[in-house]
């Protein structure tokens, strides 16, 4: 758990490292522009961009304007959530999340 939460700080403590607009939202672009800013090797970079491509298509949990559109994004804490390990739990009918509801602790963060 110690070591969780020290990644998490590294990874996320200076949001300006993270999040280059300051809206901290993460658009489909903008991982793109960062899968593509982190390019080891093609088959890395295109695993990389599916992987972040679909976390985007089911964790998408606020809209960003971008270009006068309205596009779905990936706010730093639900990102932060999926690295945690939390982000799955809590989403509602998982059965995670009804039995942590359930529960006379109520949610507990995992590492």
Do not use: H
């Amino acid at each position: 758990m110690v070591q969780c939460r020290a990644f998490l700080e590294k990874a996320f403590g200076a949001r300006s490292a993270v999040d280059r607009n300051g809206d901290k939202a993460f658009t489909a672009t903008e991982i793109t522009r960062m899968v593509n800013a982190n390019r080891e090797s093609l088959l890395g970079s295109l695993v990389s961009l599916v992987e972040w491509q679909l976390l985007l298509l089911l964790a998408a949990d606020t809209e960003v304007v971008e270009d006068d559109k309205a596009v779905p994004a990936l706010s730093v804490a639900r990102i932060k959530s999926f690295y945690d390990g939390t982000l799955f739990t809590r989403w509602p009918g998982t059965a995670q999340s009804v039995r942590l509801a359930q529960s006379p602790q109520g949610s507990q963060q995992g590492c």
